[in-house]
């Protein structure tokens, strides 16, 4: 078989999902850890639903988050509010390429368009992320349905 690329995509009901990562199931946001230090991204269905980017702000490093506290803010034309974040720990890192271009998310949400770097303070809350290929297929599928559903996605 061919070789797994670095950022293997799967399409999963007409979105690209990345599989080699956790997803936070309370938003649509992915978690890639190496070591304590996590990186943290917008999955393609929350920059679907949150439209055209606008603005991205974040706290500065060295602040401490709580998981469901929010890492900064979004401005798009969908959405405005908080990003929650998807873990406890210390912000030690920001994209400054998407606050310069916040498009970058929506061209990349899985790779240079992530949005900022986590030192983890409970490296166990990886287990409340959903992660494994199949499990995170199914849950998006059912969060593409769910959204269909409310009508939050055009067809």
């Known amino acids: ?10 399409e999963v009901s007409g979105f690209g ?6 997803y936070d ?11 304590a230090v996590a990186r943290v991204g917008m999955d393609a269905l929350g920059v679907e639903t949150s439209g055209t980017i606008a ?5 500065p490093i060295g602040e401490d988050l709580k998981r ?4 900064g803010s979004l401005e798009a034309a969908k959405f405005v509010g908080p990003l929650a974040s998807p873990l406890s720990g210390t912000v030690t890192a920001t994209n400054d390429a998407v606050v310069a271009d916040p498009a970058l998310v929506e061209r990349d949400p899985y790779g240079d368009g ?13 287990g409340e992320l959903i992660s494994g290929a199949d499990a995170i297929a199914a849950w998006f599928a059912a969060e593409v349905e769910d959204y269909r ?7």
């Open 1 to 10: 078989g061919a070789a797994m690329s670095e950022n293997p995509i799967a």
């Open 17 to 22: 999902v990345a599989l080699d990562r956790a």
């Open 25 to 35: 199931p309370a938003g649509h946001f992915w978690v890639s850890a190496g070591g």
């Open 55 to 59: 603005q991205l702000a974040f706290l």
């Open 68 to 71: 469901g506290e929010a890492f």
């Open 114 to 126: 992530w949005l900022v770097e986590v030192r983890m303070a409970d490296p166990g809350e990886l």
């Open 149 to 155: 559903l409310k009508g939050v996605l055009a067809e």
